[in-house]
Nanobody
Framework: QVHLVESGGGLVQAGGSLRLSCVAS????????GGWYRQALGKQRELVAT???????NYADSVKGRFTISRDNAENTWYLQMNSLKPEDTAVYYC??????????WGQGTQVTVSS
């Protein structure tokens, strides 16, 4: 059974920083692509950032220059460093993993709240 567990969310003032972590367990393979998505209240879930096993990255325009995604392949873990946070970054953040076989896995989500 594959599990993704996020941690690191919380409440921060605008301009502050948070670091999210996602640990994938229960698998006998290395995750192909790891990613972060977010869903604000009343809005659709949206891509934040992804990182491939070769460390190729992709970011939403709204977070470029402020957020950095990274990963530890040996530990099937990836991170999202979020700097210069804005109130509009408030959302539930979900980690996502795509296996080498094309299966899609999701974490339970962690709340990030940025106060103005």
């Amino acid at each position: 059974q594959v599990h993704l567990v996020e941690s690191g969310g919380g409440l921060v003032q605008a301009g502050g920083s948070l670091r999210l972590s996602c640990v994938a367990s229960g698998m006998m393979f290395r995750i192909n692509t790891g990613g972060w998505y977010r869903q604000a209240l009343g809005k659709q879930r949206e891509l934040v950032a992804t990182i491939t096993s070769a460390s190729g990255t992709n970011y939403a325009d709204s977070v470029k220059g402020r957020f950095t995604i990274s990963r530890d392949n040996a530990e099937n873990t990836w991170y999202l460093q979020m700097n210069s946070l804005k109130p509009e970054d408030t959302a539930v953040y979900y980690c996502n993993a795509i296996s080498p076989y094309g299966y899609d896995y999701w974490g339970q989500g962690t709340q990030v709240t940025v106060s103005s």
